[in-house]
């Protein structure tokens, strides 16, 4: 079960982008319970996480990523999405993002290629 990234893309510093993360059809009926991360993954550097937001819509960010980025979800889209805004050329990586649901099953998408040009 794989999750469904979009949205990536090359843009210029300043700019925005919204990502999205759809839950495939298999896992609907547990989206509202689960706790959806995005994380970033740039050349030569390990995974990091970027933002996330549990079943009860609080969310928590990467420092470097606070007050330019919002993560939010729609749940009847079963759909997470991270708007970003103010992009910086730091911000190029691969996003990837992550569900954990209450049995401790844990999904992930295949990533979207973000790059920022300065």
Do not use: H
Not at 39 to 67: F, H
Not at 90 to 111: H, I, K, L, M, P
């Amino acid at each position: 079960v794989q999750l469904q990234a979009s949205g990536g893309g090359l843009v210029q510093a300043g700019g925005s982008l919204r990502l999205s993360c759809k839950l495939p059809r298999t896992i609907f009926s547990v989206f509202t319970t689960m706790d959806i991360d995005w994380r970033r993954q740039a050349p030569g550097k390990q995974r990091e996480l970027v933002a996330g937001i549990d079943s009860d819509r609080r969310t928590i960010y990467a420092d470097s990523v606070k007050d330019r980025f919002i993560i939010s979800r729609d749940n009847s889209r079963k759909t997470v999405y991270l708007r970003m805004n103010n992009l910086e050329p730091e911000d190029t990586a691969v996003y990837y993002c992550n569900a954990r649901s209450e049995s401790g099953a844990n999904f992930w998408g295949q990533g979207t290629q973000v790059t920022v040009s300065s």
